[in-house]
């Protein structure tokens, strides 16, 4: 699986938009790109994930550049509860191994008031 | 009505115990998976099942011994437990390890201790 590079932290204002920059230069065309996030004490969650396409659900946007070598994750209006370690990860989706994946450091988001 | 459960919570041992932690998830999943997330932080997959089949066994000691007695749980069993067992231990279940929607979904994590 490809590495990913992320800042170690970020702080956000609480109503703004939250943009999580990721490096991914190592990419391979069938890894998808995949965001999760762990808030204190808790088990990672899941955001969102994408290929090569921007996706956009409840809860983020994903934007993947076009050579996908890197990606943003947009929370449109972060909330003090959307404080947390936000992960970055590469893995391959159609594999007999597409669950085998290693959380990198991760960026802390901290959204404050 | 929690989908993906582990118990127990917190784990507090003495060296060179064994102990088992359990697993289970009510989404009908096919896969499931243990992962293990150290004092910094870094979260590394250990363990993979499909259908009650090993398909993931990363470089962990042979102490550490999944059981899946059905797709719905899996098991850590550890054996003579180390000071650097200590770790949250999270288990976590997916839809299909061969699909390309591939959303994990995982439990609270267990805090193992050992003294």
């Known amino acids: 699986d490809a590495k990913t590079t992320q800042p170690t932290s970020m702080d956000c204002a609480e109503g703004r938009a939250a943009n999580l920059p990721c490096n991914h230069s190592?990419?391979?065309?069938?890894?998808?790109v995949y965001w999760y996030r762990q808030i204190h004490s808790q088990g990672p969650q899941y955001i969102i994930h994408?290929?090569?396409n921007n996706e956009t659900n409840e809860m983020a946007s994903l934007i993947i550049t076009e050579d996908r070598k890197s990606s943003t994750l947009i929370l449109p209006h972060a909330t003090l509860r959307d404080t947390a370690v936000y992960y970055c990860?590469?893995?391959?989706?159609?594999?007999?191994?597409?669950?085998?994946?290693?959380f990198g450091d991760g960026t802390t988001l901290t959204v404050k008031p | 009505d929690t989908a993906v459960s582990q118990t127990p919570k917190y784990l507090v041992t003495q060296m060179g115990n064994d102990k088992s932690i359990k697993c289970e998830q009510n989404l009908g999943h096919d896969t499931m998976y243990w992962y293990k997330q150290d004092s910094k932080k870094f979260l590394k997959i250990m363990f993979s099942?499909?259908?009650?089949?090993?398909?993931i066994n990363e470089t962990v000691p042979n102490r550490f011994s999944p059981k899946s007695p059905d797709k719905a749980h899996l098991n850590l069993h550890i054996n003579s437990l180390e000071l650097g067992d200590s770790a949250v231990y999270f288990c976590a279940s997916s839809q299909d390890p061969v699909s390309s929607y591939n959303e994990q979904f995982f439990g609270p994590g267990t805090r193992l201790t050992v003294l």
């Open positions: 990860i590469v893995r391959v989706g159609i594999n007999t191994n597409a669950g085998k994946s290693t």
């Open positions: 994408g290929l090569k």
């Open positions: 190592t990419i391979s065309g069938n890894e998808y």
């Open positions: 099942y499909n259908n009650k089949e090993l398909i």
